[in-house]
């Protein structure tokens, strides 16, 4: 008897899990599919309903850091900077790719809410904090890529786009980093439409 419950019990745990991953990786296949469909035709419409797919994806452990990122990616491009900040609050370093992320979006989101302010001192505040965090993520891990990104694309934000690209230049110059990846980024920065 006791057997026949033990196993009765890990099928339905078992048919549980198994759901929920399905549940999960449904969840977020929907969501990026409304995300794509934004992109194609620019409808606001679609966000809401990413967003609403992509937090069915709090409780799934094995979609943590992409439902996270895809997440603070709608808030974004929502325009929900307000619910970007409490979200980014809740969550925790781990909940990152790179434990510097976290701040990169709380105070992404905070610069964001200060510029529709006109506080653009606190603005650069902000994006100096996140510098900040992403200099001393990179001393440890110098050819990072993702970091690297970051750290420009943070830049662009709010320092003058010429200076942005001749430090990606000076990086270029450097032995050790990839200088088609540098390139690449730097056509990125250079494209990005002029505030």
């Given amino acids: 008897m006791n057997k026949s419950l033990i196993i009765a019990v890990?099928?339905?745990l078992c048919l549980n899990c198994r759901g929920e991953s399905g549940d999960c990786k449904s969840s977020?296949?929907?969501?990026?599919?409304?995300?794509?469909?934004?992109?194609?035709?620019?409808?606001?419409?679609?966000?809401d309903t990413a967003l609403y797919y992509a937090s069915q994806l709090n409780t799934c452990s094995e979609y943590k850091v992409r439902g996270v990122n895809l997440k603070l990616t709608l808030y974004m491009l929502s325009k929900k900077y307000e619910a970007g900040d409490k979200y980014v609050d809740s969550l925790f370093e781990k909940d990152f790719s790179r434990p510097y992320q976290k701040i990169l979006y709380r105070n992404s989101f905070r610069a964001l809410l200060l510029e529709k302010q006109n506080d653009i001192a606190g603005r650069d505040s902000c994006y100096n904090e996140i510098i900040i965090e992403i200099r001393k993520y990179i001393k440890k891990n110098p050819l990072n890529k993702d970091a690297i990104a970051d750290l420009f694309y943070t830049k662009i934000n709010f320092e003058d786009r010429e200076t942005v690209i001749n430090e990606i230049d000076l990086l270029k110059s450097k032995k050790s980093y990839d200088k088609d990846f540098l390139e690449a980024l730097k056509e990125t920065i250079d494209s990005k439409e002029k505030k």
């Fill in 10 to 12: 890990f099928c339905i």
């Fill in 28 to 47: 977020y296949k929907k969501a990026t599919e409304k995300l794509n469909q934004y992109y194609i035709d620019g409808l606001s419409s679609h966000l």
